[in-house]
């Protein structure tokens, strides 16, 4: 039998106590549960909880270390010790991977022990094992989804309960399903880091957060709503993965969705996963995004996977995602109130607009490198920016590197 450490006993932590406690499991038991709080009741025998990470990183009794704690670094350096002392690692922690993902990978190459973290993505969804194994050998096209519950489950009430954004965000909060600071679920920041694990996984690139532009759904107004009322459309958060010519793209954005999409009928908490592959075409995956009793599933899955000796195999290998030689230009509707904003952005083509003193709006195609550059000023704006969900791909212009050199020349010229 396995002895964990545990570090924290939130929601997670909770989830995967229960279920190995409901379960009767066999494989592996809970021996000590790190947390920092000494008064705080807890439904758990007093006797498990240690108040020193030591007591648990430095114990050659343990073997299998879950970390379940908010903070990423705090996480990283849990993870990180635990190893390099040999311990296999379960974490849920998606932030502390996608900023620490090649260090991690690395780690574990080095030292020989498992890190698994399928509940990072999507909770109770089996989304990173089903591509490692189902989709090894397939060159994927293209990998979206909803993997948000807090987004989502606020643009639900917003369009099946017509609540204001304001109220349905309080709502979410009541229920827990929102942290009193919701800044990583509303402005895309969770979602992006769930980006980065499955393109690792999906397409082998290791991507950092700087490299994946994300925007959410804090500045929707109701004339946003409306529009996509007025055009029998939903509003979701779709981060996409795309695979054009072994060019990788990543973006997350608010997304225009018809009644004929698979993502239309995904309400509240529950997540989605869509994959597009040449032969075994379209899949997709449904399941409970949040919650202690779905992601401590996860965590327990993971649990039982290192009991049966099972590391990733990283199966699309491990590549830096190079300049593309194809540039990509999404079409997006853009909501202002300053002018300057919109004239930052270069838009290619604008396909349909409206103007007016209290605020205007445009639809056009942008490539996906300007609407990046431009990223900070709209949400500084407090703009709103929703894809369409056309895409078009387009090669790059090839310049000579005489004209490289002779424009490098010219700008230092001018400083």
Avoid: W
Avoid at 101 to 124: K, M, R
Avoid at 128 to 150: A, D, R, W
């Amino acid at each position: 039998m396995k002895r964990i450490g545990l570090f924290g006993f939130g929601q997670v932590g909770q989830g995967l106590f229960n279920i190995i406690r409901e379960t009767n499991y066999k494989g592996a038991k809970i021996e000590k549960i790190a947390v920092k709080n000494r008064v705080k009741n807890r439904l758990a025998n007093a006797e498990l909880f240690v108040f020193d990470k030591n007591d648990i990183l430095n114990d050659p009794n343990i073997d299998i270390v879950v970390e379940a704690i908010d903070n990423a670094d705090e996480a990283f350096e849990i993870v990180k010790s635990a190893l390099e002392k040999g311990k296999a690692v379960v974490t849920a922690n998606k932030k502390m991977i996608a900023e620490h993902f090649e260090d991690l990978i690395d780690l574990q190459a080095l030292n020989n022990t498992p890190i698994l973290y399928e509940g990072s993505v999507c909770g109770a969804i089996p989304i990173i094992q089903n591509i490692e194994k189902y989709f090894s050998h397939e060159e994927l096209k293209s990998v979206q989804g909803i993997f948000n519950g807090t987004s989502n489950y606020i643009l639900s009430k917003i369009f099946t309960e017509k609540l204001d954004y304001k109220t349905a965000l309080k709502q979410a909060q009541e229920l827990g399903f929102a942290e009193s600071d919701p800044t990583s679920d509303v402005q895309g920041f969770d979602a992006k880091f769930k980006t980065i694990i499955l393109a690792k996984h999906s397409f082998g690139v290791l991507l950092k957060p700087k490299d994946v532009i994300n925007y959410g759904i804090d500045t929707l107004s109701e004339t946003d709503i409306q529009f996509a009322r007025d055009n029998k459309q939903k509003i979701k958060v779709l981060p996409t993965i795309l695979n054009e010519k072994g060019n990788i793209f990543s973006f997350v954005l608010p997304h225009f969705v018809q009644e004929s999409s698979l993502f239309y009928t995904v309400e509240n908490e529950f997540n989605a996963v869509q994959i597009e592959a040449p032969y075994t075409g379209t899949q997709f995956f449904y399941g409970r995004g949040a919650g202690s009793l779905p992601t401590g599933a996860a965590v327990f899955n993971d649990v039982q996977d290192i009991v049966r000796g099972q590391f990733y195999p990283y199966s699309k290998g491990f590549n830096h995602n190079e300049a593309p030689s194809d540039e990509l230009f999404i079409e997006i509707y853009l909501r202002y109130t300053q002018e300057s904003v919109k004239d930052s952005l270069e838009f290619e083509h604008i396909s349909r607009g409206y103007i007016s003193p209290e605020y205007s709006y445009i639809v056009g195609l942008i490539s996906l490198q300007n609407l990046a550059l431009g990223i900070e000023k709209i949400r500084k704006s407090k703009s709103t920016i929703i894809a369409t969900g056309r895409r078009e791909f387009k090669a790059r212009p090839f310049i000579s590197s005489l004209v490289l050199n002779s424009l490098y020349h010219e700008e230092a010229r001018l400083g």
